[in-house]
């Protein structure tokens, strides 16, 4: 790859809310040469990865995996429970719940959007109005997105299920895990989720290329009904195949090695450390930008997301071309302003294979950036982040 | 991966067709760092690999891909040029064949399919005789596999176009290419067809996870009035931002690293001279087939596939024992028999990153195989092949 | 690496008698970033190693690891037993013999060279008539070539050490296994040897870049005599530093990650499945060359090596012509003759990472090579190996 | 290997002075397959990295490759000029000087140390005293090491040449570049030395294994009348047979590959950056060590190293300790005190591989490191790197 030669010394910073950096371990992994996919050798693969995901997942219930981005996981949740015309509830958290959307849309469906400011998660209470004015049960599925990408808010999944659950309605509950899973504390089961979307980029430390749906026997139950053409997408001959370790098409079997990995690492770290983690990395970052005398996007505490901090920038100055600063005087990449908050808000990755001196690495590069751009800030935001990861390092070894 | 670790002594034989045998380089490739999908590295890799594409798929017109197997390349093609009903002219070929056929038809098309007997290629005549019975136009596609993975047989397509281009139909005209792409000539311009479906992991050498569509001016056009719902495969926000080296959706980054690498060893080999090298594996193939005195599946010579080579096991003999016994005591995977030809062929694979002395050793391990299991056979096959191989080995040479 | 990206289709052919083809297991191991080599996971990996090694060769006394190629390890041996004008006692069985002795008259030894015709190993009964007369005990050394690289010949290590022994001499022995070592038996404590010299290249299938000496009490014990001057090679402060898993100076770090990923390999196998794997190869090759009227080198069927075996061009035709007809037209590298041998023999390594399959693609590229090259030559060769294969391969399946 | 593995989320900080970081293209590079050392594929690779190494040593002279540590380089240098009883001038700057003294005495030679306090450089003027006092002649060599890895001193090379030039001494001079070539300027022609001794895990950025010499005309008449034992070492052999692009025994090829790919790096980012980054880098990192009010081990700011720094722990307090709990808590490796600074030295490795957010990292580990020891300090030492890298970010990025 003539391009990924060109870099300057020293490793890139990919501080992007994902794909996040992928583990040297993971990356080897990959690189085994391809096998068999009708193999033995592929069934016992096939079989490890699965009934790891669903550790992941925190579910006894199946777990599909597709050669696919993301994306695609948002179409298969809904073309295998829904049919052309239902309607669905969907929560405005921002630029990934508008996209979900307007894919809902495309395949002839009928959304209602419960509008947002963007700083906000998904709001129960809402949510449970709503449920509770649909007598007629017109509505088929609740989906909320649990970590918004593109604002660093994180909704509270357990308390719009029991919205839910206070209204007695029936709908599907779907959501989107796309930036949580593996960083954010997530639980499939206990949380009555119909279909939790994931994929492989975020949290589970891969490079992008697999996704997957989470499916509770409710919405397998829906998907015998639904009437949403399908067929790459289809639960069914994934789900009568995949008790042999075996996939209905050609599965992605170098980023299945990688998935194999991943999956060990993580329970090996172990889930709550992995958690324990990222909500100190999120909260080190937020000293750090407060110190900076910056804004948080997040407009609700209860609600900052452990994986990622957008940041807004003070009046007149644009967020790309501070992030191109920092790309080319520090190498470190950012992530961007997503639609309505372009050039508004810088997004900083703290997720996936990340530890405390990578976290100094990314705010040093930011708080250099903002000093070589020009953008006017306080000096300290470091220092802020630094005196927080030493106190609590000591305890934190100690849980790890 | 400790499964493949368990590996006995020396490289493992994947002689299926396909997933191939992928080169150390472009396992190396994908082996690179995951990079910012919205930096501006990512876009030069971008633009350098979809115009690699084309140089393949012999196309000035547009080419897409998907992080995605095969199997979405189909559906692709379909749900974006066809409605709801419509009717599609397919021809069985074989297992892929009518895998696509099913699709179809769960994708809510009308399939009207050309009876085959497996063991020949789409029937220009047949299609012709078909599209001039079709005075309302009714059929809105012709679609065929051009190299058939289950049965090694390659149909002819430019005869089925000059037989579509006789009838005077505008159907449009889809072509299955999974197996034949970087293996086998096949133009996408100069044999007018309107949609190219291909993948990754046959002669592109590439683990499975990528699939291409390569688009005429006349399938764009069909798009527009196309009613079957698409949102992740839909080609015109693919085609929006593709100029730009960029994806809507996160593309599977690592594969395209491979993909770069494996475009340059093709073009770097030159197309007719891998094609000419596929002709080349396949006669000496089928001459030690002969000498063993096994049976050839495809009864038509002009229509025997540079790709795979599938073959009869003499009556009695069930070809997934044989096949243990090759995996078992030679360490290589033969492709098996699919759907109604399960247990009665095997199949030799001898596509994509191969030489003559991998194909020795190839066929050499059929032959012991054929001799350990007890299958009646003759010696000499490998003899035969390298007979040809040597007494071609001079030009060849030449020529490469 | 521009010129390995040059290759043609399909993987090299590495079939000189080492390097060897490295597994892709050790090769990603050697990937792995570099550690500090005094820190706590470096003495992990150096103790691990350590210990692999004295199971390989079957002994319980020490070994030390030189970041060298393996004639640093035959200097080792030399200058840590050896003072100078010291007479040693040297069997002339081929090239490298006869470097090991040019190495030693450098150093300041005096050597006494029995004379051989390489094509036969090192005669027991000389050695023992010749320590018979040296009453005074004036030879300090008896030196031999357990499988001479040069030749295809394997001397009986445990029957010179019996012919020592009968003598009743006091000479130490020392005993190079560079191409033996993890391919063919050998027996440090048991047929006591002094000092075993090997290197990482060949049967324990590495990168060339680390050697060995095993080393008796015995020879500990001339080491605080022995005053060739040494500091690099010098055992005491490894030996003294060692049992912490360190090393007195940087270490070859990554090659040693290989070694572990290798080590554990071979013991996986069993030492003696990987013997009898060998000795099977060897027969299969020489049944090839008997098939092709062509002439082992090797005079002497006891003395047949496991590893290798060099072949007599018939006359008139050079050797490197021929190599370089395999090399161009069949991608393989073939070992030339040395020496006195130059382009009178050719060498087929047939040791290391190899199976079945890799041997007949090797054997049919020499097959089609000596067509190619107009060799006289009989057919038949990989025949004649397959049949040899075929009907052991039944058992020999059993035994691994 | 199961130890790498169990490595804590994120990338380990290996901040030692050596071996350094290796980029990811360099492994990728030692991973390739291994080739025939006496194929033409390897003369190219061969011819290659010495024409490259003779751009980094700054000459035109010869230069030879040793598949050995760099202490097998220091060996090199004297057995090839130097004779038994000879008399060596050396300074004692450090451990490794006087490990390399060490060396020379057990080779035979005898040693004048110019005693120092291992907080300063080779002294000139006391070397010049010292020559003009050999009226004889007696002196053949005064060994120097161009940067201390011990200490963070680095030596005036041309002022000593200078001063042995004012001296009329016709000593052969010798330095070490272990720990500077790549990081540091040198130049071997233009300052006139005779041999120049470097190894490839430092500035080099590649794991350890390769040493080498650069070789004067002077040297190379020396060696033609110097009598210590040599044959590994023989520079003779090398220099026939390099040019060819082979080597005289089995070159560590996997190792040359990531030498190939490391010179090329270099190159590509010009030498004058590279010794500018490690400049900068230096300084910033000693900016933050005195805003913590700890003391540089190196005494004279004109031989302030640009590739290392080493730190005084304040009274007390032991830096082994120190280093462990940096090791736990932050996942960095720093450098020992080594010998008589045991304890009470830690050192910063800023050398290699390594960019400015990766200093801020390492510089953001020890200000947590210190705090969470309980290391008497003051905070802002991160902040005063920063500060200074920040400044000077726009003229280097320029500059790059």
Redesign the interface.
């Known amino acids: ?1 003539i ?4 870099h ?7 501080q ?1 809310p ?8 993971v ?15 592929f069934a ?2 096939g079989q490890s990865v699965l009934a790891g995901l669903k550790k992941v997942f925190k579910t006894e219930a199946d777990v599909v995996i ?7 996981a948002w ?1 298969a949740a809904l ?1 295998n429970t829904l049919s ?1 015309g239902d309607l669905v509830l969907m929560a405005e958290t921002g630029h990934f719940a508008a996209l979900w959307k ?2 809902a849309v ?3 469906l009928r959304v209602e959007f419960l509008a947002g400011d963007w700083r906000r998660g998904a709001d129960p209470q809402r949510i449970e109005a709503r449920l509770g004015r649909d007598a007629g049960h017109e509505i088929k599925a609740v989906c909320i997105v649990h970590n918004e990408t593109a604002t660093g808010v994180t909704s509270h999944v357990e308390a719009v299920r029991q919205a839910i659950d206070r209204s007695g309605h029936p709908a599907l509950f779907m959501v989107d895990t796309i930036s949580s899973l593996g960083s954010i504390d997530y639980r499939h089961d206990e949380w009555g989720v119909d279909v939790t979307v994931a ?1 492989s ?1 975020k949290g589970l430390m891969l ?3 697999l996704s997957f749906n989470a499916i509770s026997a409710k919405a397998l139950g829906a998907a015998q009904g639904a009437r ?5 997408w ?1 639960w069914q001959p994934m789900l009568a195949i995949n008790p042999t370790g075996y996939f209905p ?7 299945l ?1 990688g998935l ?2 991943s999956l060990e690492m993580l329970l090996a ?1 172990g889930l709550e450390n ?1 958690f324990a ?1 990222h909500r100190r990395f999120g909260e080190a970052t937020r000293r750090a930008v407060r110190a900076w005398g910056l804004e948080i996007l997040c407009a609700d505490p209860t609600e900052y997301s452990p994986a990622l901090t957008a940041v807004l920038m003070p009046g007149g100055h644009g967020a790309d071309a501070f992030r191109r600063v920092v ?7 950012l992530g ?1 302003g997503l639609s309505k908050l372009k050039d508004q808000v810088f997004r900083i990755g703290h997720l996936g ?6 976290l ?3 705010l ?2 930011i ?2 950036g903002l ?2 751009a020009g953008v006017p800030h306080r ?2 935001g ?2 802020a982040a ?2 927080y ?3 609590t ?2 305890n ?2 100690l849980a ?1």
């Not at 597709?66 to 695609?72: I, K, M």
């Not at 294979?353 to 990578?358: F, H, K, S």
């Open positions: 790859m391009s990924l030669n060109s300057p010394s020293g490793r890139h910073f990919l992007i994902g794909p996040t950096n992928v583990p040297d371990r990356l080897r992994a990959i690189d085994h040469v391809t096998i068999d996919h009708r193999g033995p050798e016992v693969l597709y050669p696919a981005s993301g994306t695609g179409e073309v052309p307007s894919m495309k395949l002839g994929g980029q490079p992008p290329g949403l053409a399908r067929s790459y289809d098409y050609t599965p992605a079997t170098n980023l090695y194999h990995e770290e992995v983690r790309l080319e005087h520090f190498n470190m990449s961007q294979d990340l530890n405390d001196l990578t100094c690495g990314t040093g590069g708080e250099m000093a070589v000096k300290g470091v220092q630094m005196d990861l030493a106190e390092a000591k934190w070894q790890a």
